[in-house]
């Protein structure tokens, strides 16, 4: 019995343990939704828009002020029209009383003064009535006064509000526009950077396969020879040795020409004597065949 008990109260816990945590769950997603909501409807929200229908809900409340005070004043109006009908009937009843006891007819007399009586309180009654219509139109009256004047004043602050959002809303998008913020000038600039990137790629690539097929490394699918490594390595070697007998002919043409160079330079620093000058040199072509030996000048 108590172990039964006790069971079940330890499934009324979890029960009880399980419905509060969904309903923290249902708690958060409440107020995760809420903010989404708060937040999507203050990106769409346009002060602009907020303040035009601000103006229109106030001018439809000065409205409805003009138009309960038209209808007191309807009210007050018929009221006054009893009033008047009820002073010509009791006005009307004293006379016809007057007349009565002319004739020496009392109770005709005491008839009419009893239909007097009655509608002079009625009279009293909308005296009252009209008096309290009267001070509710006042009332009114001033509240609308007051009310237009709000109004007219809201408009003059709307329209300067409006003004200024609209200045700042234009400066913002120009100041986007110049410093690439905007969500257009970001495409463009995105589209560039891209096509760049593509192209150093390209550039890249095609660098690569260049240097594949000048090593060797890349057939030439299009050519019509094939080349393999060992003639890659027979080419190689003999544009070694083609590089290997040109350095040796440069240098026999350094090593003969050195000799030339010393003479030359040391037949150039013998000077003249002073005061006589050098002869100048003749070409071997034109000079005079020296007499051989018997022959005579």
């Given at each position: 019995m108590i172990a039964a008990r006790s069971r079940g109260l330890m499934a009324e816990k979890k029960l009880m343990k399980g419905t509060a945590a969904r309903m923290g769950v249902m708690k958060r997603v409440s107020l995760v939704f809420k903010a989404k909501a708060n937040k999507a409807l203050d990106k769409m929200e346009d002060p602009r828009e907020t303040l035009d229908y601000s103006y229109q809900r106030q001018l439809e409340l000065l409205t409805k002020v003009r138009r309960g005070v038209a209808d007191v004043a309807t009210s007050r109006k018929r009221v006054e029209l009893q009033m008047n009908q009820l002073q010509q009937q009791s006005n009307k009843l004293e006379d016809q009383a007057r007349k009565a006891l002319g004739m020496g007819r009392e109770d005709l007399a005491r008839g009419a003064l009893e239909r007097k009586a009655s509608a002079q309180g009625q009279l009293n009654d909308l005296q009252a009535q009209y008096a309290q219509l009267q001070g509710e139109e006042e009332k009114l009256t001033v509240a609308s006064q007051r009310l237009q004047s709000k109004v007219d004043a809201f408009r003059t602050r709307?329209?300067?509000?409006?003004?200024t959002y609209t200045a700042a809303e234009a400066q913002t998008r120009i100041n986007e526009a110049f410093t690439g913020i905007s969500e257009e000038m970001g495409d463009v600039g995105m589209a560039i950077q891209r096509a760049e990137d593509k192209t150093a790629q390209m550039q890249a690539r095609a660098g690569a396969i260049d240097e594949l097929m000048a090593s060797g490394a890349?057939?030439?699918?299009?050519?019509?020879?094939?080349?393999?490594?060992?003639?890659?390595?027979?080419d190689m070697m003999s544009a070694s040795s083609d590089v290997e007998s040109e350095l040796s002919r440069l240098k026999g043409e350094i090593t003969s020409g050195a000799p030339k160079q010393l003479e030359g330079g040391a037949n150039g620093n013998s000077q003249a004597p002073q005061g006589q000058t050098q002869p100048a040199s003749i070409p071997a072509a034109d000079r005079p065949a020296e007499p051989q030996d018997g022959e005579g000048p």
């Open positions: 709307k329209e300067t509000i409006k003004a890349l057939d030439d699918a299009v050519g019509g020879d094939r080349r393999d490594d060992i003639q890659n390595e027979l």
